[in-house]
């Protein structure tokens, strides 16, 4: 069976792990995209050029655990907005929706760009602070030194960035259905997700 789910939505909104969790309810594999950019915006922080980067990626680089940092995730936030890099990165996220057994792929331009007729798509979105308290709980718990208008500045900044580049911006698809997860639970967040997959499936 091939079946693909398109999860986009903006940083810390929850579309993590609502993905996982959707792939792991109906046995179907999970492709977390933005780890191909900071995959790229990590070789780009160790000198490399970011079109080359990108067309040299390889499955192993994305089980590099320096990945969540804020650096990587700024310079992979940079390096998206090349075109060419988009290129060399949609051939691989393509092939991995085609797949047999069903894909989950979750990122910013999945069911407007890479899947554009994915069985199912999802929206997933909160409000700029409340995404930013999410993230801040998340790198302090790590034992990262930064303060909560520091990271509500970078999802601002990122937010901006996102969905002003030329090139596959963050916009819902026309057909996606809106999850808000600011007063939401994962549990329910999750729940409803799964639902309107389960809708679609038949």
């Known amino acids: 069976m091939m079946f693909t789910v398109a999860i986009d939505g903006p940083a810390a909104a929850g579309k993590g792990t609502i993905s996982k969790a959707v792939a792991a309810h109906f046995g179907f594999a999970h492709l977390d995209t933005g780890l191909l950019y900071r995959a790229v915006g990590a070789k780009v922080l ?62 910013r331009d999945i069911g407007t760009v890479i899947c554009p007729d994915a069985g ?12 930013a308290e999410r993230r801040f709980k998340e790198l302090t718990g790590k034992g990262m030194d930064i303060t909560l208008d520091q990271v509500l500045a970078d999802v601002k900044e990122r937010d901006a960035r996102d969905r002003s580049r030329e090139t596959a911006p963050l916009i819902p698809a026309d057909d996606a259905v809106l999850i808000d997860t600011s007063d939401m639970t994962i549990e329910q967040a999750v729940a409803r997700a799964i639902e309107i997959v389960q809708a679609r499936l038949g």
């Open 46 to 107: 160790a000198g490399a050029e970011p079109i080359a980067a990108a067309r040299a990626l390889d499955p192993v680089d994305l089980e590099d655990d320096s990945l969540r940092t804020p650096a990587v995730a700024q310079a992979a936030s940079e390096i998206a907005v090349i075109a060419e890099v988009r290129s060399a990165l949609v051939d691989f996220q393509q092939k991995f929706a085609g797949r047999e057994g069903g894909a989950v792929l979750d990122g």
């Open 120 to 131: 199912a798509k999802l929206f997933v979105t909160a409000s700029a602070e409340c995404r």
